[in-house]
């Protein structure tokens, strides 16, 4: 669940994308993917008497808000707007006010995850040049920079951002950072990355550039995202929608050549290490979908992690599920429905996993 973008945009006319992810024939049976053909959840039958907890939301949306700028034109996709052409960039979540929302609220889980920190990096005080890389909504940027006021902040994204303040010393870019980078080697003291699972082809090349860019002894951290919605005591169920939400994800990852397993093949440690980064730490997240858990602190985070979905589920799947998968965009407001059956349900005990690595550059490279 997470992206290359997501940045308030002007409404254009709508347009097709002028590049395609190239479609192979779709095969939905559970035979070969485990994927549910889209005519299933029009079939199903639902019991509402779980429907619980949907007080939260009307108590909890107050306390999101979205970002007022408007900027540019780009494609627009059965309503929802993407970061124009450029480069070799293939992002697949939409870049407008309703999934910025959606954005906050998860940068708001992040902290939250990690104790109210920004960062697990063994960083200085007085670091000097910081590069956060697929800012999207720019928040995690803005506040390093509030919180390191000597540093210069660069956040960069296939998208413009334009928030309403920033520090003095943060400036955001507009470039494809699957691209070779422009960046001077040995410029950055830190480089962070989050969420970007299903935006790159070559991982091991992308982290060669970041090795690049990096300072000898600077530091690089990336948190990344699992697409696999699961439980560990079998509420969430094969043929549930929230199991089948990782199963399309993934075949759709295979179909562009863009995985969306990123954390279950391990490729953050295996790419960092082959482009010669020395691993400093490895932390495994479990992050709760609804309020479930007894501890309080875990309750909070799954309060405000299904939030963050269900503020937006239809922007989640749009460009993936209808480009590259061949849904219609009734069969996906559907499954959507039957989605947030789910996520409302106190009987489901579901989670995703995230994976942070922190990773040095050696002094002598």
Same mark, same amino acid.
């Given at each position: 669940?997470?992206?290359?973008?997501?940045?308030?945009?002007?409404?254009? =006319?709508?347009?097709?994308?002028?590049?395609?992810?190239?479609?192979?024939?779709?095969?939905?049976?559970?035979?070969?993917?485990?994927?549910? =053909?889209?005519?299933? !959840?029009?079939?199903?039958?639902?019991?509402?008497?779980?429907?619980?907890?949907?007080?939260?939301?009307?108590?909890?949306?107050?306390?999101?808000?979205?970002?007022?700028?408007?900027?540019?034109?780009? #494609? +627009?996709?059965?309503?929802?707007?993407?970061?124009?052409?450029?480069?070799?960039?293939?992002?697949?979540?939409?870049?407008?006010?309703?999934?910025?929302?959606?954005?906050?609220?998860?940068?708001?889980?992040?902290?939250?995850?990690?104790?109210?920190?920004?960062?697990?990096?063994?960083?200085?005080?007085? +670091?000097?040049?910081?590069?956060? +890389?697929?800012?999207? +909504?720019?928040? !995690?940027?803005?506040?390093?920079?509030?919180?390191? =006021?000597?540093?210069?902040?660069?956040?960069?994204?296939?998208?413009?951002?334009?928030?309403?303040?920033?520090?003095?010393?943060?400036?955001?870019?507009?470039?494809?950072?699957?691209?070779?980078?422009?960046?001077?080697?040995?410029?950055?003291?830190?480089?962070?990355?989050?969420?970007?699972?299903?935006?790159?082809?070559?991982?091991?090349?992308?982290?060669?550039?970041?090795?690049?860019?990096?300072?000898?002894?600077?530091?690089?951290?990336?948190?990344?995202?699992?697409?696999?919605?699961?439980?560990?005591?079998?509420?969430?169920?094969?043929?549930?929608?929230?199991?089948?939400?990782?199963?399309?994800?993934?075949?759709?990852?295979?179909?562009?050549?863009?995985?969306?397993?990123?954390?279950?093949?391990?490729?953050?440690?295996?790419?960092?290490?082959?482009?010669?980064?020395?691993?400093?730490?490895?932390?495994?997240?479990?992050?709760?979908?609804? =309020?479930?858990?007894?501890?309080?602190?875990?309750?909070?985070?799954?309060?405000?992690?299904?939030?963050?979905?269900?503020?937006?589920?239809?922007?989640?799947?749009?460009?993936?599920?209808?480009?590259?998968?061949? !849904?219609?965009?009734?069969?996906?407001?559907?499954?959507?429905?039957?989605?947030?059956?789910?996520? #409302?349900?106190?009987?489901?005990?579901?989670?995703?996993?995230?994976?942070?690595?922190?990773?040095?550059?050696?002094?002598?490279?």
């Amino acid at each position: 669940m997470s992206s290359l973008l997501t940045n308030t945009a002007a409404t254009a =006319p709508e347009t097709e994308p002028t590049v395609e992810p190239t479609v192979e024939p779709t095969s939905t049976g559970p035979e070969s993917t485990g994927i549910l =053909p889209p005519s299933h !959840w029009a079939q199903v039958q639902h019991d509402d008497t779980d429907d619980g907890d949907s007080a939260f939301e009307d108590d909890n949306a107050s306390s999101t808000a979205s970002l007022s700028a408007s900027i540019l034109e780009y #494609r +627009v996709i059965h309503g929802r707007t993407y970061h124009s052409e450029r480069g070799n960039a293939q992002s697949w979540n939409p870049n407008d006010a309703l999934h910025d929302e959606s954005m906050e609220i998860l940068h708001h889980v992040s902290t939250l995850m990690q104790d109210g920190k920004l960062l697990l990096a063994p960083i200085r005080d007085d +670091v000097q040049k910081v590069l956060d +890389v697929a800012t999207g +909504v720019g928040m !995690w940027a803005i506040d390093f920079a509030d919180d390191y =006021p000597g540093a210069e902040v660069i956040g960069v994204d296939i998208s413009p951002q334009k928030p309403q303040w920033i520090p003095p010393n943060l400036r955001f870019e507009v470039e494809d950072v699957t691209l070779p980078w422009t960046y001077q080697p040995n410029s950055f003291d830190y480089i962070h990355l989050r969420w970007l699972t299903g935006c790159v082809e070559d991982w091991n090349g992308f982290y060669r550039e970041i090795y690049k860019a990096l300072k000898p002894g600077g530091y690089f951290e990336h948190k990344e995202s699992t697409c696999l919605m699961v439980s560990d005591d079998g509420t969430v169920t094969e043929n549930s929608a929230l199991s089948q939400w990782g199963r399309v994800f993934t075949e759709a990852g295979r179909k562009l050549g863009r995985t969306f397993s990123v954390v279950e093949d391990g490729l953050q440690v295996k790419g960092m290490k082959e482009a010669g980064f020395e691993i400093v730490l490895e932390k495994d997240l479990k992050t709760p979908i609804g =309020p479930w858990p007894e501890d309080e602190n875990q309750k909070l985070i799954g309060q405000f992690s299904r939030l963050a979905l269900d503020r937006d589920i239809e922007g989640y799947l749009n460009y993936i599920w209808t480009k590259v998968m061949g !849904w219609s965009t009734e069969e996906i407001a559907v499954y959507a429905a039957h989605l947030r059956r789910e996520l #409302r349900s106190p009987n489901i005990h579901a989670y995703y996993a995230q994976k942070v690595v922190v990773a040095r550059k050696p002094e002598k490279s």
